[in-house]
């Protein structure tokens, strides 16, 4: 199953979301503030090391997280949830995978990918607000592996039951944290209720 993260800031971000009538800057700036209210689900089960650690008054013990973390967004409109997982983790480095979706067979096509080296010793956080056939998610996770990840988790601000299905089918051992599970998909490959295009509502490209 699915993380579903399911709190009131959040879902009442995504109602305004959804709304034909929010522009543009507005979308941007709810799609980020989202995304900083997922971290901390997304994030919850990330391995620590304790480690000694000094206050003014005494000697004693912390922890720190026991693997570096990278983002990677999925071009374009995973750029729309980076900054708001920067926001909470700025020591995070940033891959980019390029993936867009061919509007009649709703397969993806790759045009770029940019990674650290290596990445086996990494926490993979894979962004994209849309899990809708499962195409691009599916892609995603198998170049990220490829390229010789090995912990990877997904996380979208809306995922349709066919996309849940197909990505856990494929990578069962990967996470999915999403804001919310939408009804279908539409006969165009489109999350019904949805919102729409999200990189076009993120760049104002309609
Ligand atoms: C959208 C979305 C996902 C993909 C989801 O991107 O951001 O990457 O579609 O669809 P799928 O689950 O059916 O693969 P799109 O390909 O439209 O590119 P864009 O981000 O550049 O708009
Ligand atoms: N991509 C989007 O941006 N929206 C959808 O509903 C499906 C795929």
Do not use: W
């Amino acid at each position: 199953m699915p993380h579903h993260i399911d709190h009131p800031l959040i879902s009442a971000e995504l109602t305004r979301l959804r709304d034909p009538d929010c522009p543009n800057q507005e979308f941007r700036q709810r799609v980020r503030r989202i995304a900083s209210l997922m971290v901390s689900a997304v994030t919850a089960d990330l391995e620590r090391t304790v480690v000694p650690c000094r206050t003014p008054l005494e000697q004693t013990s912390g922890e720190e997280i026991t693997r570096p973390i990278i983002l990677v967004p999925i071009l374009r409109a995973g750029l729309g949830f980076l900054d708001g997982f920067l926001d909470l983790i700025p020591q995070a480095a940033v891959a980019h995978i390029g993936l867009a979706r061919n509007e009649k067979t709703l397969e993806p096509e790759a045009y770029y990918l940019k990674h650290p080296t290596p990445l086996g010793e990494s926490e993979l956080i894979l962004l994209d607000p849309m899990l809708a056939t499962g195409g691009s998610a599916v892609h995603a996770v198998t170049t990220m592996l490829a390229a010789g990840a090995k912990r990877i988790r997904f996380a979208c601000l809306l995922a349709a039951p066919e996309g849940i299905a197909t990505l856990q089918a494929a990578h069962p051992k990967v996470p999915i944290y999403t804001a919310a599970i939408d009804r279908c998909l539409n006969e165009k490959g489109y999350i019904l209720p949805g919102l729409g295009d999200a990189g076009d509502r993120l760049f104002g490209t309609i």
